[in-house]
């Protein structure tokens, strides 16, 4: 029986992977995918990273470009193989576990290549799990294209004609930018209202601002910290004004409804559409896991990643600790946090 097993191989497994190194633990990392790095390769073919190169340090390796560069997600796999590699890290790929359970002092991991046993667990499967899309979006005719954000790769995907991005984060105002390029006719669907900040101000990242003043580490648990995690994030290096602008782009408010042919939106009645990219958000799931008690809004409870399941944590997840906890580079806090909470309390540690 392993000591620990850590489901998920992108950089929160990764970098929980290195500190069990240090603990001298008997584990393995799991992973649904068949590659390492899998989960950003999957993306959109253009998707690069907002944060430069100096602030995507993951813990006893330094990420592989020059100071300012913003990596592709070609080259942040990369940097995941590099770092198994460094750090001889175990990981079993093609193992989707769709459940865990306790059974006396360890719990029993199942997944369609059969069980696996442990003492202690490390949930790093991240935020992103199920594609949402609206429920009207079923009802909307088979020859209109669509595609979850998730699975856009290239405007090549697309069918000839009237396109509709939908969703006002920054996936869809990137999505948004790269298939109103040409002459093709582009509603956007979403609030224009958005808060927009520069990759840089006065010749700094603004991740070098974020370090700065701080903002990165603001607790959760502080009146800014939880003021913070409730509010819009603002969209971050993509000039919406211009793109927005555009004469072959036009803003049509939010979408309310559908039926067969005919979208409904807030300022127009569309008609005449050939596709739909929906980059509207994921919706968490953790009920594969039998008594973790959940929040409303279906995520863990946790402090700092220790759960409500003695032996049972958490890591990666959007403000875990602090904003920092869902970047790169932040990781290593949490990461740091529990190999101590682990030194001194872990199940059988």
Known sequence: MLDFIVVGAAQAGLAMAYYLNKLNKDYLVVDKEAKIGASWLNRWDSLTLFTP???????????????GHYPSKTEVA???KEYV????IPVQLNTFIENISQEGDHFILKSPQGELRA??????TGPFHIPYTPPFSKKID????QIHSNYYKNPAQLQEGKTMVVGAGDSGFQILDEVSQGDREV???GTTNVKVLPQEILGKTLWWWFTKIGFLSFSRDTWLGRR????????????VKAILNRPNVEAVGKTKNAEGKIVVTEKKRLTDLRNIIWATGYRPNFNWIEGQELSKDGYPKHYRGVSNIEGLYFIGLPWLHTRGSATLGGIKKDAQYLYSYIKTHSNNS
């Open 53 to 67: 190169s100096e602030f995507n340090n993951m813990p006893g390796m330094v990420f592989p470009a020059e100071k």
């Open 78 to 80: 990369d940097y995941f």
């Open 85 to 88: 590699a460094k750090f001889n």
């Open 119 to 124: 003492k202690n667990v490390v949930i790093a």
């Open 142 to 145: 088979q020859s209109i294209f």
């Open 187 to 189: 509603y956007f669907s």
């Open 228 to 239: 913070l995690s409730r509010s819009r994030q603002p969209v971050i290096g993509t000039d």
